[in-house]
């Protein structure tokens, strides 16, 4: 993806602040891909390994490996018109001095793999090991960015939906009504959609619901009554 509102709060600000000190030294940059979901990040591994193209990763996305999936990375390109990767004058170069001025990590001073259109968070070290061992998943370090004097409600981010506490936690592994609706929401807080078994405690046993896949009430197991007197009825299935 190309969008760094994707990415941590923190990274956005320095994504501005490099973009504008490159444009006071007369370096024109544009910013190219930001956060990559798992599918995105196994598809940049298959290039030239089962699919055509070089080399240009050594993660594949089912391991996190690669910091774009945790929202902590973006890639830039040239935008003066001489080529996206032309870099015979150095370019890439001087934008990663400037962005390690700045406080970012650059792709350009790696030995193994040097990546010059690259820049990360240098918080958890080089590799994602740091990080995975204090968060398990991308969407738990997600969860993280959300300030606790957020206004309670339905979020989306790119797993999927979630409901934001008004103490900024979350319902996890339970039902929660919500405006008149039932939803239940998983281990890791997303809300479960179509067919799921749940005994009280934990999916995979007891009874059968379906939830909602799309429209008006997706995720709902109850929904408000027709005939307006205000009552609940259940969907049977």
Known sequence: ?????????????????????????????????TFRTKAEQDELYAQGRTKPGQIVTKAPGGNYSSYHQWGTAFDIYRADGKGAYY???????????????????WGGDWKGMP?????????????TAGIKKLYATPMEFMRTWVPKQQPEGWVRDAAGWWYRNEDGTWPAMRWRLIDHHW??????????????QWDGEKTGAGDWYYLEEAGEFQGACWHERADGKGGLERWYV
Request: charged share 25%; glycine share 12%.
């Open 1 to 33: 993806m190309k969008d760094i509102t994707l990415c941590h709060p923190r990274l956005q600000t320095l994504a501005a602040k490099l973009s504008e000190e490159c444009r006071k030294q007369g370096l024109k940059i544009k910013i190219g891909d």
């Open 87 to 105: 870099d015979d004058d150095g370019f890439f170069t001087k934008v990663g001095r400037i962005g390690t001025s700045i406080g970012l990590e």
């Open 115 to 127: 990546d010059k259109p690259h820049f990360q968070l240098p918080d958890w070290g080089s590799s």
């Open 183 to 196: 939803y239940l929401f998983g281990t890791t807080g997303y809300m479960i959609t179509g067919w799921v």
